[in-house]
């Protein structure tokens, strides 16, 4: 469920009409809703009741400052992946003891600088990494808390370039390993071992595969215990899925992904850590763009608009279906057209939709593409010297631009031209 809605037949964000955002700040925007986000976050929150829990929001979905802000006021932890996330994390006032750093690139820096700005945990993903950590601790003279990121080897079942949980995969320690390698952390300096973390990939519409791997950390919990470990805290990763085609798609809600994570692991007393991105902001964004001109094609009519795939890359690296609907809506009767809806960008990649029925629509309409708000603005580019897109957040009946577009003196005067020219 998300807070955008028809009222009297104009698309709104909470309480503001869509079509006064894009008068304000033009087209193509990206706009987001406290509520949705806010009510995302405690659904997961509320799922992990009654044991020790930490939701720590995967910042790399949507990591505006004004939306970290918003989830960290709700008691949200972050987990990062890079360190200008955490720095991110740290400007928006979340304190060290809740940011988990994740990542199977891990720099000396980033160590370094997570170290002494304090870390919940380090989710560790190979056996160098784990030495550099330790002496760096050692070399600060602190200790730094680990989980160990196993590899299932269990299938997500969803588009490849997002599934991480199976032997073929970057991510992790072959669970099959995990006793010698936690052997070899308990003997390292300056770590200590506090648990076990798991992340089997994005978009999952089954629990099943989650069910497969939590029951495995549960094994592996139990066999580190009799090998002298004290785990006592499970990162179960991300990766819920969320309902792109809203027609046809119903991933599995937030309280039954909760009550699996009770049964699969909840006997174990061990604090439970969750990762989601998408399922926070990705039913609470939306990508706004205007209608450039309507073509017709030998056989089809492309509707080309304002946004393009350096907008939102979705559509064109992963195939995803996003649900686009215009912000003012269709009158009773009348009929939908097909349309291959298209950005401008020089390159057939550049193709939202092909033959999506939507009421006819002419040049100035606009059009909202649904689920837009994670991986989304933060995967955009200034590809084709077209500005990053501004971000917008609504509370109620209040709106604000949380980032502004550039001007194109600002884009180029971003580049540097050598003594010699
Ligand atoms: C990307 C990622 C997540 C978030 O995945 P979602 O599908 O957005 O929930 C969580 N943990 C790790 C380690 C990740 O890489």
């Not at 279906?321 to 960008?345: A, F, K, R, W």
């Not at 100035?364 to 708000?373: E, K, M, T």
């Amino acid at each position: 469920m998300d807070h955008f809605l028809y009222r009297d037949g104009a698309l709104h964000a909470e309480d503001v009409p869509l079509s006064e955002i894009a008068a304000s700040v033009g087209t193509p925007f990206y706009v987001y809703s406290t509520a949705t986000l806010e009510r995302h976050f405690k659904l997961l929150d509320d799922a992990l009741e009654g044991t020790e829990h930490l939701v720590c929001y995967a910042m790399k979905a949507a990591s505006n400052q004004a939306i970290l802000k918003t989830l960290a006021a709700l008691g949200a932890g972050m987990d990062v992946v890079s360190g200008g996330e955490y720095a991110r994390a740290k400007a928006a006032g979340v304190p060290g003891e809740r940011i988990v750093f994740s990542g199977i690139g891990k720099t000396r820096e980033e160590v370094h600088q997570a170290l002494t700005g304090g870390i919940r945990q380090f989710n560790v993903e190979s056996e160098p990494e784990m030495q550099v950590i330790s002496e760096i601790a050692t070399a600060l003279n602190v200790i730094a808390p680990i989980t160990i990121r196993v590899n299932p080897d269990v299938d997500a079942k969803t588009h490849a370039k997002i599934a991480t949980g199976k032997s073929e995969n970057k991510f992790g320690i072959p669970i099959s390993r995990a006793r010698e390698v936690y052997d070899l952390a308990a003997s390292l300096p300056g770590l200590k071992v506090i648990g076990i973390d798991v992340h089997i990939g994005s978009q999952l519409i089954d629990l099943a595969p989650f069910e497969a791997a939590y029951n495995k950390v549960a094994e592996l919990t139990e066999q580190l215990r009799t090998d002298g470990h004290e785990i006592s805290r499970l990162d179960l990763g991300g990766g819920l899925g969320i309902p792109y085609a809203r027609s046809n798609e119903a991933p599995p809600s937030p309280t039954d992904y909760g009550a699996l994570i009770k049964k699969c692991v909840g006997h174990l007393g061990c604090e439970i850590e969750i990762e989601p991105g998408r399922l926070i902001a990705g039913n609470a964004g939306l990508l706004v763009s205007q209608v450039i001109y309507v073509k017709s094609g030998e056989d089809r009519e492309f509707l080309i608009i304002d946004g393009a795939m350096n907008d939102l890359i979705r559509p064109a690296m992963y195939d995803a279906h996003h649900d686009i609907v215009p912000v003012v809506e269709s009158e009773v009767g009348v009929l939908p057209i097909p349309y291959d809806i298209v950005g401008p960008v020089c390159e057939s990649g550049d193709t939202f939709a092909k033959g999506r029925h939507m009421p006819p629509l002419k040049a100035g309409d606009l059009v909202a593409f649904r689920s837009a708000g994670a991986y989304g603005a933060v995967m955009a580019s200034e590809y084709n010297t077209r500005p990053l897109i501004p971000e917008v957040l609504v509370k109620g009946d209040q709106f604000a631009v949380i980032r502004p577009r550039p001007t194109f003196d600002e884009m180029i005067n971003r580049d540097t031209i050598p003594e010699w020219l």
